[in-house]
């Protein structure tokens, strides 16, 4: 017997629509292997069809007042709440996530980063009118960009496409966002939830795969191309996007560094960093993932954190023990324990190391040690539940090590010595530097990096005013 997927359909202009062509991709639940849906693998006539959509709907949203803006976030944001558990649900099938973290971690920022744009829709100011130059009044306006084509990834799809559609919407453009072709389901959701609320036309979903994303971002229609995704995928975009002289916004990879000093709180900074280590499984571009800790108190943190990582379980989405739960897909599983088979051989797993069960793409929370700083695990991206441990000497090495690799999202610095942490905050070349913490965000505060780690800002006022353009307006005061 076998059981009927659900059907996903792309949004254009107001409507569900599939491929034009019909054609389809399988939805796995990465928890069980399983397929669960299909979606459209949408070609080069959807994307012209939402873009058509997209541009005709430009001119009139883009005319509305930042009052009417904010009032259709704040009713998105309501509606979003009120149907949270169908959300949650859709998400946990999309990237086997545990339910339980995923309703309490995730939808609740998502929601308020939502009404975070809807009040920064009515603080679109420019700088005051004035004459610099005899007989004449110079004003700054500020305006939406146009058609914002946008591509979110696979490790945080809810989240992300609000990171996306948020502020671009709150400061007048229109969008077409593409979810990754692996996590479509909660994306055609949120659209379905919109669609009773914004003008048709305003917000758009196509799914498809890396060609889908290509075709948008080659099209003429849009005025900037924003992606969340990796370096690789983020070149690739800027070089396509260079030939009609588009915006581009790129969040990229990380490798953040963890600098832990001798004077920290070991029992406090382990917890801590085990968590925003492991957490959706590693899958986060800002993760906890390459400790730098104080040769004074190497092996008694190593000791420490090899304890917390035995302690660390993933498991099932509907499990309340679980803190993680797969990766996202088997080619991620292959790269995850591709790193750990190749380690070199000083290096030590001190934890983990190992696929967990039969079913579905689980991994261990891993803690390695005895790494080098030119080892390919330090300098490359692992995405995925692995903690790597190195020690330093002294803070110009720390720095030295922390700053040494092509990433420059997020960091964290571990200790009591308040001139330390502001001198480490100073030198480490991250977009964010936490201290004494490492991976919380609010919606008032950018998050960005620097380096292959892309440029642009998601969240705030800055991430906002990407999503604008300026321009000067001069009038002569003689009439």
């Given at each position: 017997?076998?059981?009927?997927?659900?059907?996903?359909?792309n949004?254009?202009?107001g409507?569900?629509?599939?491929?034009a062509?019909?054609?389809?991709?399988?939805?796995?639940?990465?928890?069980?292997?399983?397929?669960?849906?299909?979606?459209?693998?949408?070609?080069?006539?959807?994307?012209?069809?939402?873009?058509?959509?997209?541009?005709a709907?430009?001119?009139?949203w883009?005319?509305?007042?930042?009052?009417?803006?904010?009032?259709a976030?704040?009713?998105?944001?309501?509606?979003?709440e009120?149907r949270?558990?169908?959300?949650?649900?859709?998400?946990?099938?999309?990237?086997?996530?545990?339910l339980?973290?995923?309703?309490?971690?995730?939808?609740?920022?998502?929601?308020?980063?939502?009404?975070?744009?809807?009040?920064?829709?009515?603080l679109?100011?420019?700088?005051?009118?004035?004459?610099?130059?005899?007989?004449?009044?110079?004003?700054?306006r500020?305006?939406?960009?146009?058609?914002?084509?946008?591509?979110?990834?696979?490790?945080?799809?809810?989240?992300m496409?609000v990171?996306?559609?948020?502020?671009?919407?709150?400061?007048?453009?229109?969008?077409?966002?593409?979810?990754?072709?692996?996590?479509?389901?909660?994306?055609?959701?949120?659209?379905?939830?919109?669609?009773?609320?914004?003008?048709?036309?305003?917000?758009?979903?196509?799914?498809g795969?890396?060609?889908?994303?290509?075709?948008?971002?080659?099209?003429?229609?849009?005025?900037?191309?924003?992606?969340?995704?990796?370096?690789?995928?983020?070149?690739?975009?800027?070089?396509?996007?260079?030939k009609?002289?588009?915006?581009?916004?790129?969040e990229?990879?990380?490798?953040?560094?963890?600098?832990?000093?001798?004077d920290?709180?070991?029992?406090?900074?382990?917890?801590?960093?085990?968590?925003?280590?492991?957490?959706?499984?590693?899958?986060?571009?800002?993760?906890?993932?390459?400790?730098?800790?104080?040769?004074?108190?190497?092996?008694?943190?190593?000791?420490?954190?090899?304890?917390?990582?035995?302690?660390?379980?993933?498991?099932?989405?509907?499990?309340?023990?679980?803190?993680?739960?797969?990766?996202?897909?088997?080619?991620?599983?292959?790269?995850?324990?591709?790193?750990?088979?190749?380690?070199?051989?000083?290096?030590?797993?001190?934890a983990?190391?190992?696929?967990?069960?039969?079913k579905?793409?689980?991994?261990?929370?891993?803690?390695?040690?005895?790494?080098?700083?030119?080892?390919?695990?330090?300098?490359?991206?692992?995405?995925?539940?692995v903690?790597?441990?190195?020690?330093?000497?002294?803070?110009?090495?720390?720095?030295?090590?922390?700053?040494?690799?092509?990433?420059?999202?997020?960091?964290?610095?571990?200790?009591?010595?308040?001139?330390?942490?502001?001198?480490?905050?100073?030198?480490?070349?991250?977009?964010?530097?936490?201290?004494?913490?490492?991976?919380p965000?609010?919606?008032e505060m950018?998050?960005?990096?620097?380096?292959?780690?892309?440029?642009?800002?998601?969240?705030?006022?800055?991430?906002?005013?990407d999503?604008?353009?300026?321009?000067?307006?001069?009038?002569?005061?003689?009439?």
């Amino acid at each position: 017997m076998t059981t009927e997927l659900r059907r996903l359909r792309n949004y254009i202009g107001g409507e569900f629509k599939d491929a034009a062509d019909g054609r389809t991709t399988e939805v796995v639940n990465p928890a069980t292997g399983d397929a669960y849906a299909t979606a459209p693998l949408s070609g080069q006539a959807d994307v012209d069809a939402a873009m058509a959509a997209a541009a005709a709907a430009f001119p009139g949203w883009r005319d509305t007042t930042p009052a009417e803006r904010q009032k259709a976030l704040l009713k998105i944001a309501d509606a979003f709440e009120a149907r949270a558990e169908e959300l949650v649900a859709a998400e946990s099938e999309n990237t086997g996530k545990p339910l339980g973290l995923t309703a309490s971690e995730e939808l609740p920022p998502m929601v308020d980063q939502i009404r975070f744009f809807a009040g920064a829709a009515r603080l679109l100011e420019g700088r005051s009118a004035g004459e610099y130059m005899e007989g004449m009044t110079s004003i700054i306006r500020r305006e939406p960009v146009g058609v914002c084509a946008q591509v979110a990834p696979w490790n945080y799809p809810m989240m992300m496409a609000v990171w996306k559609f948020a502020p671009a919407i709150a400061a007048g453009n229109t969008v077409v966002l593409k979810p990754s072709d692996t996590t479509p389901a909660s994306t055609v959701l949120m659209a379905e939830i919109i669609d009773s609320i914004l003008p048709k036309g305003v917000f758009n979903v196509i799914c498809g795969d890396r060609e889908t994303g290509k075709a948008m971002v080659e099209h003429s229609t849009p005025a900037m191309a924003s992606i969340t995704g990796s370096v690789r995928a983020g070149m690739q975009v800027a070089e396509s996007a260079s030939k009609d002289v588009k915006r581009v916004h790129l969040e990229l990879g990380g490798k953040a560094p963890v600098v832990v000093f001798q004077d920290a709180d070991i029992a406090k900074a382990v917890e801590d960093i085990a968590v925003a280590g492991y957490f959706n499984a590693g899958q986060d571009c800002t993760a906890a993932t390459r400790v730098l800790v104080h040769e004074s108190i190497h092996d008694e943190f190593v000791s420490a954190l090899a304890k917390a990582a035995a302690d660390t379980k993933t498991g099932q989405p509907d499990d309340e023990d679980v803190l993680y739960g797969p990766l996202n897909n088997p080619n991620q599983l292959k790269q995850v324990a591709g790193f750990i088979e190749r380690l070199p051989a000083h290096a030590k797993v001190e934890a983990g190391g190992h696929q967990v069960g039969e079913k579905g793409y689980f991994y261990a929370p891993t803690v390695v040690s005895g790494l080098k700083q030119d080892d390919e695990i330090i300098q490359n991206e692992v995405f995925g539940p692995v903690i790597t441990v190195q020690s330093f000497t002294d803070e110009a090495q720390a720095v030295e090590y922390a700053n040494g690799v092509e990433f420059a999202l997020a960091s964290s610095v571990w200790t009591k010595d308040h001139g330390r942490a502001m001198r480490m905050s100073k030198n480490l070349d991250f977009g964010c530097v936490w201290i004494n913490t490492h991976i919380p965000l609010v919606a008032e505060m950018p998050h960005g990096g620097f380096k292959k780690s892309g440029y642009g800002k998601d969240l705030s006022a800055y991430g906002f005013e990407d999503y604008t353009r300026i321009k000067h307006v001069m009038t002569s005061l003689d009439g």
